[in-house]
Every structure is written in structure tokens, then in C-alpha cells.
């Protein structure tokens, strides 16, 4: 059976597997030695949950239960943007939880235009992986598909994020930046109205 939506321990929020897909290949990235996070059970899917099957997995869940709903699972959940937001407008109909949407912030890259604006009224949250603090260590610790452009895409669409959502988090690695990197990371942050997290590596 595929895990479509997951609880993780030690965690207060209900977890959104969409898609295994995603542009980049983050040399960090759990999906190239784990099967799950925080106890889940495997995240690999066989196929792109349907809209029905996801609903039907949500419909399992006691929604008051969790802080928040977190789209994030083993790939990038703007893959599937028109499902998303779909199942986002699902859940607040039932439930008026916080939604987060975790990100690589690549998705106006992905469908070639603004996505931000899509996202006004449904997600209250957006946590794109900042990762490094410039295009080449970007593009050496990310490895997107769209090549050298990437990091200022995603700069963009973070900026763009902070019109429409009420909260925009980014996030760096620990084990992957220094303390210098850290400070650049929030001012860069700072620079476009949004909050840094300095997260812990996931094994
Ligand atoms: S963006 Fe996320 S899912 Fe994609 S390669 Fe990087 S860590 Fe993995």
C-alpha cells in the first residue's frame, strides 16, 4: 500500500506524499539512502496518488488533531500544483488548519511562468530550501535539471511568495553551510522579507 499521507514522530503535523518527482538531485537528498522520515513507513510511491486517492487518505485522518498539513513527502510537491492546490482547498473545507507547502522553489522554472499568486488564500505557509548563497554553490549542492538561472529563479519566486502567502521560510542545511553561510543566509532572507531556518540534516 502506498503512504500517501504520514504522520512523522515527534511531529504535531499530517505529511502529504505527492510525488516522487523532482528537478534536483541535492546531494543531501534522503531519497538516495532512506525509504522514509521520522518513522514513516516507506515514501516511495508507485504511482502519483489521483486527486480521489488522496482525498480518500485525508478522509482517514482526524484533522483536528494536527497543527498543521504539510505537503513536503519524497520529491517536490509543486510538481503537482493543480492537485495541490485542489487538496488544500479540500482540507480547508473540513478543517481551517494551517498548510505548509515544502519547497525547492523551482516550480515557476517547472511550469514557465509566476506560481506564487496561485498559491493567495489556500497556503499559509511556504519553506523553499535556500541551501547555499550564491548560483555556483547552488547549482554544485542542488544540481537542478534548468541549469545556472535556478538559484535566481527561486530567489524570485521566494520574493514573489512573500505578496501572497503570510509566511515564507527558508531553509538552510546545517551540515552543508558554515556559520558564515548562515549569516548570509539570513540576511539574504532579511533582504526579502522572509525568515531563515537553520535546519538539522535528516539521516
Ligand atoms: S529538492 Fe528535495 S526532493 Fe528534490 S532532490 Fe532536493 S532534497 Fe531531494
Request: hydrophobic share 35%; glycine share 6%; net charge negative.
Given at each position: 500500500?502506498?503512504?500517501i ?5 515527534g511531529?504535531?503535523g499530517?505529511?502529504?506524499n ?5 528537478p ?14 521520522y ?11 489521483s ?13 483536528k ?34 498548510i ?6 523551482l ?52 520574493k ?28 539574504i ?11 538539522p540534516?535528516?539521516?
Amino acid at each position: 500500500m502506498m503512504t500517501i499521507t504520514y504522520e512523522a514522530s515527534g511531529r504535531d503535523g499530517l505529511y502529504i506524499n505527492l510525488t516522487n518527482r523532482c528537478p534536483c538531485n541535492c546531494t543531501f537528498c534522503l531519497r538516495n539512502h532512506a525509504d522514509g522520515v521520522y518513522g514513516s513507513d516507506s515514501l516511495w510511491l508507485d504511482h502519483d496518488p489521483s486527486l480521489e486517492e488522496i482525498c480518500e487518505s485525508i478522509d482517514q485522518r482526524d484533522l483536528k488533531q494536527y497543527r498543521e498539513v504539510v505537503f513536503c513527502g519524497y520529491g517536490e510537491p509543486m510538481e503537482r500544483l493543480d492537485v495541490l492546490l485542489k487538496v488544500a482547498a479540500y482540507i480547508k473545507k473540513r478543517q481551517p488548519v494551517k498548510i505548509r507547502i515544502n519547497t525547492n522553489g523551482l516550480a515557476d522554472l517547472i511550469y514557465g511562468e509566476r506560481t506564487a499568486p496561485k498559491l493567495k488564500g489556500l497556503i499559509d505557509v511556504v519553506s523553499i530550501s535556500l541551501n547555499a548563497t550564491n548560483a555556483e554553490e547552488y547549482q554544485k549542492i542542488v544540481r537542478p535539471s534548468f541549469g545556472a538561472g535556478s538559484f535566481d529563479a527561486m530567489l524570485a519566486f521566494a520574493k514573489d511568495c512573500v505578496r501572497f502567502v503570510p509566511e515564507v521560510v527558508m531553509t538552510v542545511v546545517d551540515v552543508v553551510t558554515s556559520p558564515e553561510e548562515q549569516e548570509k543566509s539570513r540576511q539574504i532572507c532579511e533582504s526579502i522579507g522572509a525568515t531563515l531556518r537553520v535546519r538539522p540534516y535528516e539521516e
